[in-house]
Every structure is written in structure tokens, then in C-alpha cells.
């Protein structure tokens, strides 16, 4: 099982700042097959970024994704009021084996 | 528009059984690979089960196997998960999901298992 490790767990910052999360394989994990969700309180999560750099439809170009093998991050350019929630990655290159990191929260400082 | 719709959540005690649905429209669901993802109240995202677009091949994570079955029927367009033996560490929101080749979910239903 390919384990994802987000970091940090919780990330600090004010609004306009640039937010950088991290998400770190055990294992190389294809692009093709690497998300990050958006999840606000009591909503499903929202799909913001999959083959690790590709922006879902709807999605502000201030969100971005790079990395690969097993390093990946997603980062915000200019935070607004709205993006201080949790965000997830994921990896799903393996159907029988799909795994989620344990969460970064966005908190305002 | 693409969209899947879970139902069939509730309050059921453990030991109890409880069968969910998923109904897919704006797409082709015969061609595409399901899954069941929930979450725990206050807790991350848990991959529960795939299947195959035939329907001829599942996985279940180890948490499930042997408790949950997952099904599907492409001529009514929809997906089910059958949850047996239902313990209270399965209270969670169960989501209706396809990750390839790109990802899409639903809102997902709430299942509780309480005496």
C-alpha cells in the first residue's frame, strides 16, 4: 500500500499570503494518478487538481500542482478568506489499493 | 452534466445490514470504474471498495472485506454497496466516486450504526 504523508498537518497564514502544501509518497506514484481535494465543512470534497498539475474545471488559476515520482505539492498563490479549509491528496494509479493523505488544515493566522 | 447521487443511508444497529445505491446520469457509466469512499465523523477520507466497468472484478479494503459487496448494474446506470455484519466504526458518509481518468464524487449519504 502506497502510503501518503501530508505536511504540515495544520499551516498558518493570512489572506494574500502564497500557501505551499506537501504531500509525500512511500512509493513512486505515477502523476497521471495524483489529486488534491478542497473539503469545507459538511460538503464532499472538491476535485481541484488530478494528474498531479491539471486544474479541474471551474478551478482558480491561484491554485497550481507540481511534482513527481513521490514528492507533490499543491500550492495557492494568493490565499482569499475561503481557502482557509482541508485539503487531501490522493493517489489512485493502483484500483485495488487507493490511498488518501491524512490532511492539511488551513487555518488563519 | 456528470452526476452520481447516493442513497439508502440511515440509523441501523450493529449487526445490521443496510444497502447503499449510487445513480450515475450525464455519462456513460458502463464505462467507467466505480467506487465507494467514506469518512468517518471528524476524521480523513477511507477508500472502501472498487469495481471493475464489467462488474467482473472488486477490491475491498481490508477494513470491509468480507462484509461489504460491491455491485453494479450498467443497464439501470447504477452502483450498490451492501454492508452486512455492520459494526459501529462503519458510521460515516459513504461517497460514490470514479477517479479515471479523471475524478468525479457525489455529496454522499449518511450511514450511522448505533444501539
Known amino acids: 500500500e502506497i502510503v501518503l504523508t501530508q505536511s504540515p498537518g495544520t499551516l498558518s497564514l493570512s489572506p494574500g499570503e502564497r500557501a505551499t502544501l506537501s504531500c509525500r509518497a512511500s512509493?513512486?506514484?505515477?502523476?497521471?494518478?495524483l489529486a488534491w481535494y478542497q473539503q469545507k465543512p459538511g460538503q464532499a470534497p472538491r476535485l481541484l487538481i488530478y494528474?498531479?498539475?491539471s486544474r479541474a474545471i471551474g478551478i482558480p488559476d491561484r491554485f497550481s500542482g507540481s511534482g513527481s515520482g513521490t514528492d507533490f505539492t499543491l500550492t495557492i498563490s494568493r490565499l482569499e478568506p475561503e481557502d482557509f479549509v482541508l485539503y487531501y491528496c490522493?493517489?489512485?494509479?493502483?484500483?485495488?489499493?487507493?490511498?488518501f493523505g491524512q490532511g492539511t488544515r488551513l487555518e488563519i493566522k | 452534466e456528470v452526476q452520481v447521487v447516493e442513497s439508502g443511508g440511515g440509523l441501523v444497529q450493529p449487526g445490521g445490514s443496510l444497502r447503499l445505491s449510487c445513480a450515475a446520469s450525464?455519462?456513460?457509466?458502463?464505462?467507467?470504474?466505480m467506487n465507494w469512499v467514506r469518512q468517518a465523523p471528524g476524521k480523513g477520507l477511507e477508500w472502501v471498495s472498487y469495481?471493475?466497468?464489467?462488474?467482473?472484478?472488486?477490491y475491498y479494503a481490508d477494513s470491509v472485506k468480507g462484509r461489504f459487496i460491491i455491485s453494479r448494474d450498467n443497464a439501470k446506470n447504477s452502483l450498490y454497496l451492501q454492508m452486512n455484519s455492520l459494526r459501529t466504526e462503519d458510521t460515516a458518509v459513504y461517497y460514490c466516486?470514479?477517479?479515471?481518468?479523471?475524478?468525479?464524487w457525489g455529496k454522499g449519504t449518511t450511514v450511522t450504526v448505533s444501539s
Open positions: 466516486a470514479s477517479f479515471k481518468p479523471r475524478p468525479f
Open positions: 450525464g455519462f456513460i457509466f458502463s464505462s467507467y470504474e
Open positions: 469495481i471493475s466497468r464489467s462488474g467482473s472484478t472488486t
Open positions: 512509493q513512486s506514484v505515477s502523476s497521471t494518478y
Open positions: 494528474g498531479a498539475s
Open positions: 490522493q493517489q489512485y494509479g493502483s484500483s485495488f489499493r487507493i490511498t
